[in-house]
């Protein structure tokens, strides 16, 4: 007997005993996750998460600096 919960290699609509629905999860995916898209211009500038991250972090460093010294 086979393992129900084994992936088969190919699925069929019928396989499926509730109605598929797209975009099901996706508000719920839009409202927790921390994923940002870039605009294409942007990513040719960074080449990757480590990039984005630095290039952020000093954007920070230097909007802190620059805000205390108009205090």
Do not use: W
Request: glycine share 2%; charged share 35%.
């Amino acid at each position: 007997m086979k393992n129900k919960d084994e992936l088969r290699k190919k699925y069929k609509r019928s396989d499926f005993t509730q109605p598929m629905v797209r975009g099901k999860y996706a508000g719920r995916l839009e409202k927790s996750s921390n994923v940002v898209v870039l605009q294409p211009e942007v990513a040719k500038a960074f080449p990757n998460e480590e990039a984005v991250n630095n290039a952020l972090s000093r954007l920070i460093e230097v909007a802190r600096e620059t805000a205390s010294n108009y205090e």
